[in-house]
């Protein structure tokens, strides 16, 4: 999700490798264009070498207060790594809680259906003010 409150996903049946970190990688380049700083979770799909090697080939220790934070700059593609054990600076957090929430008490019979509630409860989410996590504000 930007700043100013557009979102964007990529659909795949496959488990999630680091391929797949690359191709979303790829695919935000296309949809948003250069120049862009991404905050990621250290899920093994984006935090894996071949996805930090496609940006840059260094990786950099930020220290941000008393937290040290992983960063791979590239000439046109940054990526920030939240922190391990810290869901609360992750905006992608508050968007699980509200997936949780929609799926409480329902009953899902299939993979299609799955797939179509996934569509109707990613309609219903309340996007996040990332800034409020970014700059830990309320």
């Known amino acids: 999700m930007t700043n100013r409150g557009r979102s964007f996903y990529c659909w795949t049946d496959?488990?999630?490798?680091?391929?797949?970190?690359i191709r979303f990688l790829k695919a935000l380049r296309e949809e948003f264009g250069d120049n862009l700083v991404v905050f990621l979770d250290r899920a093994g799909y984006f935090f894996a070498?071949?996805?930090?090697?496609?940006?840059?080939?260094?990786t950099e220790?930020?220290?941000?207060?008393?937290?040290?934070?992983?960063?791979?700059?590239?000439?046109?593609?940054?990526?920030?790594?939240?922190?391990?054990?810290l869901p609360e600076l992750n905006a992608v957090e508050g968007c699980w809680d509200q997936m949780q929430e929609w799926f409480a008490g329902r009953f899902i019979e299939n993979l299609s259906q799955l797939k179509e509630e996934l569509v109707a409860a990613r309609s219903e989410i309340t996007?996040?003010?990332?800034?409020n996590y970014l700059c830990n504000a309320d």
Do not use: Q
Request: aromatic fraction near 10%; charge should be negative; include cysteine.
């Open 49 to 58: 070498n071949d996805v930090r090697e496609f940006v840059s080939n260094s």
């Open 127 to 131: 996007v996040p003010n990332i800034w």
């Open 61 to 85: 220790l930020e220290r941000v207060e008393e937290t040290v934070i992983d960063c791979v700059r590239g000439e046109s593609l940054e990526l920030w790594y939240f922190p391990p054990k």
């Open 14 to 21: 496959e488990n999630l490798t680091r391929h797949h970190g």
